[in-house]
């Protein structure tokens, strides 16, 4: 139950703050949006979406640079043995 209510918290941190910093973002002169409580709330509740997406956008260019890697120390054509019958 301790995980839920640090959830929740955490949630309603980073929805406060994004509400903030959305007002602090918008061009003078122009309206503010109609509801911007509720993207905030909902960007908050979805904040480990966007943490695990992150992340998992890291770990495919981290695999990438390792394969470019390991292909350009090979040199000649890549050959694969095969059992002769």
Not at 16 to 34: S, W, Y
Not at 60 to 72: G, K, Y
Request: a positive charge; charged letters at 15%; proline letters at 8%.
């Amino acid at each position: 139950m301790n995980w839920l209510g640090l959830y929740t918290a955490t949630a309603l941190v980073v929805a406060a703050g994004l509400f903030v910093l959305a007002e602090f973002q918008r061009d003078p002169g122009t309206p503010p949006p109609r509801c911007p409580g509720v993207s905030a709330f909902v960007a908050g509740l979805l904040w480990p979406l966007l943490v695990v997406g992150a992340a998992q956008v890291g770990l495919l260019f981290w695999v990438r640079r390792r394969v470019q890697r390991r292909l350009s120390r090979q040199s000649g054509p890549v050959r694969a043995a095969q059992k002769v019958s």
